[in-house]
């Protein structure tokens, strides 16, 4: 099939998150099934130790391991080896971290010791809960009662991830919509868009680049992250770079919203960026 310069997919979890389905070696061989020309692999990384618990987990090889074990270099050895197999299909090294004020050394330490291609930073949790988990995020009002104090320690967090200096990428930057919109209803979205704006003057200011997330499309509220309106602000105010991914925790959910996503990017005429070894190319 012919390869589509804009079939491009650097969000993908295979199954060494607990989460998802899926090895490297199928998702590549779907990918040029469906005339991908690159794909990037982001398996989740969370160290909050105040969830060990619940997130310090990854599977290796059917075997359940912490994510502060040496899981990485089965990781990169698998990406070598699919990087053979498949050598007319860019095969890029990610990783999803999900932000806390706590960890970023520890973060530092993990992310410098192996040759990732790009670095996705994205906020699952607030006050030590997940805000992308339908069932926890119930929780999250009993601490953050009102929409604006929601929406002041979401955005304090995302900003503190933008200048952490450890991201190459912002993943899913309004992801709290998945579900916190039902627990404060419809203004999370009104008041969210004016910190959303806010935030992305901001970026604009950096080289951290923003994830356009497609898998809102599979939600509720059937648009990606961010929504269109708020992808064309950010190229309007000169955010330096764009990516776009799926999302996908299945085989099943890749490739699903590709034509969303291509039309998104020649509309608005955004030119996707690649990386290498933490460079933009």
Aim: a positive charge.
């Amino acid at each position: 099939m012919k390869r589509s310069p804009n079939w491009i997919d650097y969000h993908i979890h295979p199954n060494y998150s607990l989460d998802a389905e899926g090895e490297i070696f199928e998702y590549c061989a779907l990918a040029r099934k469906l005339g991908y020309r690159e794909i990037g692999f982001t398996p989740h990384l969370e160290l909050d130790p105040e969830r060990k618990e619940k997130d310090d987990k990854i599977n290796l090889k059917g075997k359940i391991v912490s994510m502060r074990s040496d899981w990485l270099s089965d990781y990169f050895a698998e990406i070598e080896r699919a990087r053979r197999i498949y050598p007319d299909l860019k095969i890029r090294a990610g990783i999803e971290v999900g932000y806390e004020k706590s960890i970023g050394k520890e973060i530092t330490q993990m992310i410098n010791s192996y040759p990732f291609d790009y670095t996705l930073g994205a906020i699952h949790c607030l006050r030590h809960i997940a805000i992308t988990s339908r069932e926890e995020a119930k929780r999250i009002k009993e601490e953050l009662t009102t929409t604006e104090e929601f929406l002041m320690e979401y955005f304090s967090l995302l900003r503190e991830a933008l200048f952490s200096s450890l991201f190459d990428v912002l993943a899913h930057i309004d992801g709290y919509k998945k579900y916190c919109w039902e627990i404060y209803g419809i203004s999370l979205l009104k008041e969210g868009n004016r910190f959303l704006e806010s935030f992305l003057r901001e970026m604009s200011g950096t080289e951290v680049g923003m994830e356009i997330n497609l898998s809102g499309f599979r939600h509720q509220l059937k648009e990606p992250y961010p929504s269109l309106a708020l992808i064309k602000k950010a190229k309007d105010f000169g955010v330096k770079a764009f990516i776009l991914g799926s999302d996908c925790h299945r085989l099943s959910d890749f490739g699903l919203f590709r034509e969303r996503g291509r039309e998104i990017v020649h509309s608005l005429r955004i030119r996707l960026k690649r990386f290498n070894r933490r460079r933009r190319i």
